[in-house]
């Protein structure tokens, strides 16, 4: 069964076209994460799947139902933590819940719920006196009541510090475990990667891949940047180089050469440089990285991975995962 | 139906704000001071008649009515302007749109709570005065009050469900805020003197003589929610007032029963015309 489907979704706000044509899966069952910088549409699309705004073309169902027209029963199915939402100011922990519980007909245990998302102490105190962290805990506790077969949850992590973001993954997962399909956003990879079955990659309204997480990382590791400072080099050093299984560019500037391969590839290239002739001062491997392939899938332009393995994902925000950097001297 | 639920969280929440028991408590203040004043300025007879009773508790109800006529409107729309709008401003409305409720039942919620936010201050401010009332001058006819407050919570209704239509329109409190001042500024400074203007220019004064007051004259003074609230009094004080004022007879449409009518029309029509709006938005 398919929980979310987007056929074809745009969305122009006057000339803004903040969704140019999102086409979509997401299988039952599964942690789906959605991934992009800030800006490029992520809200958006989920802002579709609740009827919050109408798509200018195209289509979205949820859990088999028109996200349009039925938006209803589809919210009546979902639990939602959304994004930029601000909480009732007056309102306790408990009120909130109960709310929630009112409103879709179902029971709820309030006191088990809060207690999951760790705001008990906090249960019966106006939510108006929150942190950030403790209003994204309550949202997280609302979205949770009724057992939803659907969570989306629009950056779950934002305001939680990394124990906070580590809970909420526990609960994602059992969540899935439990039945649920899980869709959420996020501008940060790590968050992401840790959890989910698949990913989509949306930049600037369009979605630019959707795979499996485990995918996306076997087609990092295949790329891995080898840099040589080297003293003496000729240009058959060069072409042994190139002739190494693996080994997909090689260019030398001032002293420096620098070979695009495989992780395999790197010390049979090396070798290559040095039994042709090139004397090897220094050199520096980087594996790629997930995040790289996000920095690649997101530059605006397409570019490659900066050399340095770390380079800003648009925001500059939360990078988790740090560039398998290995250093040597010979 | 989850309408419900909406009204009872927006009641459990309004019922909280500090400024919202500030204009309660005001409202209990004048409307007892009101009837205070009413007590020391009106009759000091001790022993009243059945139908002076009567008389004293229709004096009472003409009383209240003055500043009811400008603090009700006030407390209203105070209470209504940020219902939706505000919920828009600081993204609570995403917490609420999540939950199963239709765009409908967030608008009728809201009225429904709203409502009962200032009908609760009416009625604690109305019952105090109804007390002092009772005990200073043994005024009787209790149904008589009880139809002046259904009057006065259907005529605070009315501006609930004006402000709650500005506030459907807008995602922007204060623009909601300023259509709740320019509809407070129409209908209690503007509108009354609109039939005047007409009048001027038809037959050249603003007033017309006592006695021959035409009809259209005052039923357009009746179109708003004041001049509506200020017919349901024809119940209390009889129409002997009106038919002099008209030189005839009281024609069905400005019965007090019409102006429940007109109250009515601005009970439904402004939220309507803010829901169909609302309906349509992206957030």
Known sequence: MVAIELDGVEKRFGTVRALRGVDLTVEEGEIFGFLGPNGAGKSTTIDVLLDFVRPTAGSARVLGHDAQTESKRVRQRTGVLPEGFDVYDRLTARQHVAFVAESKGVEADVVGLLDRVGLTDAADRPAGGYSKGMAQRLALAMALVGDPDLLILDEPTSGLDPNGAREIREIIREERDRGATVFFSSHILGQVEAVCDRVAILEAGEIRTVDRVDALRDKADSEAQLTVTVEALSEGALAAAREVAGVSSVTAEDGTVSVTCSGEAKLPALNALADEGATVRDFVTEEATLEDLFVEFTAEDGATPTDDGTAASGDGAGHSSAPDREEGRI | ?283
């Open chain 2, 1 to 283: 139906m989850t309408w419900v639920a909406v009204a009872r969280k927006d009641f459990t929440d309004a019922v909280r704000s500090r400024t919202l028991w500030a204009v309660g408590g005001l409202f209990v203040v004048l409307a007892v001071a009101s009837s205070i004043m009413f007590a020391v300025l009106g009759s000091s007879s001790g022993t009243v008649s059945q139908s002076a009773g009567r008389q004293t508790m229709v004096n009472l109800i003409l009383f209240l009515r003055a500043p009811a006529g400008w603090l009700v409107p006030i407390t209203a729309l105070l209470v209504g302007y940020k219902a939706i709008a505000g919920e828009r401003e600081s993204g609570s409305i995403k917490l609420l749109l999540s939950l199963p409720h239709e765009r409908r039942d967030v608008m009728l919620g809201k009225v429904v709570g709203r409502t009962l936010v200032v009908a609760s201050a009416i009625a604690g401010g109305f019952g105090a005065a109804l007390v002092i009332g009772l005990v200073m001058y043994q005024g009787v006819a209790p149904l008589l009050f009880l139809a002046f407050v259904v009057f006065t919570v259907a005529f605070s209704t009315a501006y609930v469900s004006i402000a709650v239509g500005f506030s459907a329109v807008t995602a922007s409190a204060s623009r909601a805020a300023a259509g709740a001042v320019g509809t407070f500024a129409l209908f209690n400074f503007v509108w009354s003197v609109l039939p005047n203007a007409a009048h001027l220019l038809l037959e050249g004064s603003p007033v017309p003589d006592a006695g021959q007051f035409p009809t259209w004259f005052v039923f357009v003074q009746r179109l708003s929610p004041n001049g509506a609230y200020e017919g349901t009094i024809l119940l209390f004080q009889g129409a002997t007032t009106l038919e002099a004022k008209l030189g005839g007879p009281v024609p069905f449409y400005l019965s007090w029963w019409f102006a429940l009518v007109v109250l009515g029309i601005w009970i439904v029509v402004p939220s309507w015309l803010g829901y169909l709006r609302f309906r349509d938005a992206d957030l």
